[in-house]
């Protein structure tokens, strides 16, 4: 085997060895989060769109060979100029609650 073959096989091993660390997107609504997903796996998995909140709850992407997964979660809103993020609370929290070692 070839110099180059062995490394890209001990190379190959190394990565199959890495842990996936869970990382978890959050903001407001609409500040692109879910296009950070996307642009990170770079490929359309997470809905995007201007306007109403696109992203509902908590979802969690990830891709063979990619050694993150990342959750994207539902942003925060302004209603009446107050900051709301009883949803947050309810769906994001919970999740991280939920997965608690
Ligand atoms: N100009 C610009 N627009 C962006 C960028 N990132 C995202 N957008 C646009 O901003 C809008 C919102 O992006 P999303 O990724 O859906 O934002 P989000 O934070 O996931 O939104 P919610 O799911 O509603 O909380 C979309 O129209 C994107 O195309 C950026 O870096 N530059
Ligand atoms: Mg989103």
Redesign the pocket.
């Known amino acids: 085997m070839s110099v180059e073959d062995q490394v890209e096989k001990e190379f190959s091993e190394q990565v199959d060895n890495i842990s996936k660390v869970n990382l978890m997107v959050v ?10 997903v996307n642009k990170v796996f770079g490929e359309d998995l ?1 809905e ?3 306007g109403e ?3 509902r709850g908590c979802h969690l992407y990830e891709k063979d060979n990619i050694p993150v997964a990342i959750f ?1 979660t ?2 925060y809103e302004i209603i009446d100029g107050e900051i709301d993020n009883s949803n947050f609370s309810k769906e994001v929290l919970s999740e991280i609650d939920r997965r608690k070692i």
């Open positions: 903001g407001g609504t609409g500040v692109g989060k879910s296009s950070l997470a995007t769109g201007s909140p696109v992203t994207d539902e942003g």
